[in-house]
């Protein structure tokens, strides 16, 4: 479990030591939100991990993360791994929006979410899935 998360915070560290979105955009732009999401998102993820290997939930194309197969989950689990993927879901929303208002620019949140999007998958341990046109593929 501790190598699962060095990976991960060698994937945040990844993709906050990006060069740019465009040529302004600064993903290693830091707030007090940012810093507060990306903790968050850290501490969740020991409970994803073993979820993201069993295939049970998979990156998506467009930078966030969906329950992929239900039946990897056992049904008492099922409920708490929707939980799982909403919050991050929703911290990896307020991270990208974050980011592009740290940056002075929210109309760049579409690219900033586009640019994590590429790097969450290009980082992905193997074995895991993720999206790829629209189907699921596992790296």
């Given amino acids: ?10 994937i945040l560290a990844a993709l906050f030591s990006a060069n740019s979105v465009n040529a302004a955009a600064d993903l290693e ?5 940012i810093a507060a999401l990306k903790n968050s ?4 993820h020991t409970q994803l991990a073993p979820h993201y290997g069993s295939g049970a ?4 194309s467009d930078g966030l993360i969906a329950v992929r197969d239900t039946t990897a989950v056992p049904l008492r689990d099922r409920q708490g791994i929707n939980a799982l993927v909403a919050a991050e879901n929703a911290d ?3 991270l990208y929006k974050e980011i592009a ?4 620019h929210p109309e760049w949140r579409g690219d900033i979410q586009s ?9 992905a341990q193997g ?7 629209g189907s699921w593929v596992k790296k």
Avoid: C, H, S
Avoid at 1 to 10: V, Y
Avoid at 41 to 44: D, H, N
């Fill in 1 to 10: 479990m501790q190598k699962l998360m060095m990976g991960f915070l060698i």
């Fill in 29 to 33: 732009v830091n707030t007090p939100a």
């Fill in 41 to 44: 998102m850290q501490a969740r």
């Fill in 57 to 60: 939930i998979g990156l998506t």
């Fill in 92 to 94: 990896r929303n307020a």
């Fill in 101 to 104: 208002a740290g940056n002075g």
């Fill in 115 to 123: 640019t994590f999007a590429g790097r969450w998958i290009d980082k």
């Fill in 127 to 133: 074995g895991w899935w993720y999206q790829k046109e």
